[in-house]
């Protein structure tokens, strides 16, 4: 081989230094399969009424469909990350996007319940492996500053819109198709994905000489699961339930105990130099509160354009719509052309307060139809917002990291993501179901004074929806304050340069991850 000529980055032959000239291709796989993980958390929260109803769901049960999926995939994402830098990233995103075709078709032909929530654990763990090798895949085919920016900023729209696009798909698809499809339109999505995989993504061997950390997956994996399972049961149990008390209890000690011992494994599971980091930190905790908040958001909005103001599942998808675009612009128009000559904080803190001025503005809403003049204003401000958050997180988060541990890292990146909306879901929907109850349950008595204990049809039902209405916005307001509180957290641990100061780095203006280093 001349002198010329070299083994680039991503393992193909050809002029030394120059960056693979399909890497833009490579780029739209890594969004499709990005798009299908994001899809899967939001698509089937319209389809679930359907589901239940065929499948004779209780309301007690009903709740698995959606959280064997985010358990699965917020434990199990750490292991997902240190797997894919074990066997190779390629290979890791190729086994993951298979694996989630096949529990996606198992899902859609569910005969029973039992059936539904497994395929959707199965899911869970297939996305748990493809989503850091996706992220990690992206962070080592784009080094130049600029060009990073841009992958980012496509990135960084797909994660923050996906679950906006996934309410609108479920909703076109329920309607229109079946519920079944909301779990089989994964499928021809992952084969052509996988058919892209093997054409334009290119990755380093695997480090065989390593070892998986199987304490550290078994105390850092239940730690998480305990902790998300015992946000879940909040909402029906209450905080004060010794098992939801036991499960947060037991979950913070398992993962206290996984922080002592990745100090002392020899293969570590997640090891401490990367969270060690200022700025890496401050970009996953800015991460993890900005989806709390934004999770409830969704969850929210969707009973109220529904339950309150009566629209049909297409309807609804349509009208997050404006949100999806918002992020989108933040992320790609925005975010993407100036994280390169801006601090990352610069963007991040704005972003997080525009979001959280989006949601305080939903505080005033009420049972009457207000879509146009509450619900449309709070969705760009909330969509800019999040736009300007998610690129230079993930950049931050990303940056200056070493082969050998970028697949985890993109990991952790993602479990803050995950572990942030499981519990913002739980936290803030146990906030608004107990608020309403309490306000119900008062204006209920004192109409029933006034009207001497005679209380009409309408007059019930015109208290509820105010009491529904009541519990969202209180909710939505704590929502905003820990909005605000990302905010702090970004403008405080955040101090990285722009990647503009030093050529070739990157978000942090630190050295490109996939420049070759020695192994630890």
Request: proline residues 4%; aromatic residues 8%; hydrophobic residues 50%.
């Amino acid at each position: 081989m001349s002198q010329s000529q070299s083994r680039t980055p991503q393992g193909r032959t050809g002029t030394a230094g120059a960056p693979d000239p399909r890497r833009w291709w490579g780029l739209v796989v890594i969004a499709l399969a990005q798009l299908m993980v994001v899809l899967d958390a939001t698509i089937v929260n319209i389809a679930l009424p359907s589901a239940q109803r065929e499948l004779h769901m209780s309301d007690a049960n009903r709740q698995w469909v959606i959280t064997a999926y985010t358990l699965a995939f917020g434990g199990l994402l750490l292991l997902g990350g240190r797997i894919a830098d074990l066997v190779g990233r390629k290979r890791a995103f190729t086994v993951g996007l298979v694996g989630f075709a096949v529990a996606s078709a198992l899902g859609g032909a569910a005969t029973g319940q039992g059936l539904l929530f497994g395929a959707r654990a199965l899911q869970g763990v297939f996305a748990a492996l493809l989503a850091p090798s996706a992220l990690s895949l992206l962070t080592t085919t784009f080094t130049d500053g600029k060009e990073r920016g841009k992958a980012f900023g496509i990135y960084g729209a797909i994660a923050g819109g996906g679950s906006a696009i996934g309410l609108i798909a479920g909703g076109l698809l329920t309607e229109y198709l079946d519920w079944r499809w909301c779990l089989y339109v994964n499928v021809p999505i992952a084969l052509i994905a996988l058919a892209g995989a093997w054409v334009f993504l290119h990755d380093r061997r695997g480090h065989g000489g390593a070892r998986l950390d199987v304490p550290g997956v078994v105390l850092g994996c239940g730690g998480l699961v305990a902790i998300v399972y015992g946000c879940s049961e909040a909402q029906p149990r209450g905080w004060g339930d010794g098992l939801v008390i036991g499960l947060l209890v037991g979950g913070v000690a398992l993962l206290a105990l996984f922080t002592w011992w990745q100090g002392r494994a020899r293969f570590p599971l997640l090891p401490l130099h990367v969270v060690r980091d200022r700025n890496r930190a401050g970009a996953f905790l800015t991460m993890g509160l900005a989806v709390v908040a934004m999770f409830g958001m969704f969850l929210f909005m969707t009973y109220y354009l529904q339950v309150i103001l009566g629209y049909s599942p297409v309807k609804t998808g349509l009208a997050f719509l404006p949100l999806t675009v918002a992020i989108i612009i933040g992320s790609t128009q925005i975010s993407a052309r100036l994280l390169h000559l801006l601090p990352p904080r610069v963007l991040m803190v704005p972003g997080t307060v525009l979001a959280a001025a989006g949601l305080f503005y939903l505080t005033f809403l009420t049972a009457e139809p207000a879509y146009a003049s509450h619900v449309l204003p709070a969705e760009l401000l909330v969509g800019l917002g999040m736009g300007l958050i998610f690129m230079p997180v993930m950049a931050t988060a990303t940056s200056g990291v070493a082969p050998q541990d970028s697949g985890v890292t993109s990991a952790t990146v993602n479990t803050a993501q995950q572990v942030g909306g499981s519990i913002g879901t739980a936290l803030l929907n146990t906030i608004a179901t107990s608020t309403s109850a309490t306000y119900i349950g008062s204006h209920l008595a004192n109409a029933a004074k006034e009207a001497g204990g005679r209380l009409t049809p309408g007059m019930r039902e015109g208290v509820v929806k105010d009491g529904v209405v009541h519990g969202f916005t209180v909710a939505i307001g704590w929502g905003a304050g820990i909005m605000l509180l990302a905010a702090v957290v970004a403008g405080v641990m955040v101090n990285g340069k722009a990647s503009g100061h030093a050529p070739g780095a990157g978000a942090s203006g630190t050295a490109p991850e996939d420049a070759e280093a020695p192994a630890r």
